[in-house]
């Protein structure tokens, strides 16, 4: 299994571009989360799903979207990029909700 | 915002040292875990404790969950450079809105 999978590995942006970070499971796991990661600051949730169709917002949700529409994959939707925004971004799955696999993260900076 | 503090946040030992790191809150949680991350890769749950007083152990690594449920700490015995990374704390949030809070983090390095 490959388990938790996310691209780019590395991004750079300009101010007020737009990407999607690509996110897909192969575990069928309900569960899905995006955290970002600041140095010094621990990891913050932005938004999670319980399942396919359903998302919420998390702690930092702000100039971020997501959709579910399939049980494998989560992608991350930035539509105007902020410098405030470069941090290391990761995603992460669950059967239960406890016990997160986490994918090996996007390195993104907005210039 | 639930804030979990560890300290300290850099720890640079030898090889062969005790170390212990710590993880506090005000807040109550209904379980807490504990993460390995080593550069360029995400966490690796190590343990999750959940009753207040538990303690866990994952050969040289002790973990112990409070009386209240509000801190818990991680204790590594004779540590090793493989020990080396960023360890992440993480609390359960105790209303069930499937949230972990995390740490601040500490930065472990140990020297050969």
């Known amino acids: 299994n490959a388990g938790v999978t996310q691209t780019p590995k590395f991004r750079i942006l300009k101010i007020g571009q737009s990407m999607t970070l690509q996110c897909t499971q192969d575990?069928?796991?309900?569960?899905m989360y995006w955290y970002r990661q600041d140095p010094g600051m621990g990891l913050k949730l932005i938004y999670y799903?319980?399942?396919?169709?359903?998302?919420d917002k998390g702690e930092v949700p702000n100039g971020y979207n997501v959709s579910r529409s399939t049980t494998e994959d989560f992608p991350l939707r930035l539509e105007l990029a902020a410098p405030s925004q470069t941090s290391v971004y990761f995603c992460?799955?669950?059967?239960?909700?406890?016990?997160?696999?986490f994918g090996s993260g996007t390195q993104l900076s907005v210039l | 915002t639930q804030l979990l503090e560890q300290s300290p946040q850099f720890l640079s030992i030898q090889e062969g040292e005790n170390l212990t790191v710590y993880c506090n809150s005000s807040?109550?949680?209904?379980?807490l875990q504990w993460y390995r991350q080593e550069p360029g890769e995400g966490p690796v749950l190590l343990v999750t404790?959940?009753?207040?007083?538990e303690v866990k152990k994952l050969k040289r690594l002790t973990f112990q969950f409070g009386d209240a449920r509000k801190d818990s700490s991680l204790h590594i015995t004779a540590a090793q450079p493989g020990d080396t990374g960023l360890y992440l704390c993480?609390?359960?949030?105790?209303?069930?809105?499937?949230?972990?809070?995390f740490g601040t983090g500490t930065r472990l390095t140990v020297i050969p």
């Open positions: 993480a609390g359960v949030d105790q209303t069930g809105a499937n949230n972990l809070f």
């Open positions: 799903s319980v399942g396919a169709g359903i998302t």
């Open positions: 807040s109550v949680f209904s379980s």
């Open positions: 992460a799955s669950s059967y239960v909700e406890e016990k997160l696999f």
């Open positions: 575990m069928n796991h309900n569960y």
């Open positions: 404790v959940v009753t207040g007083g």
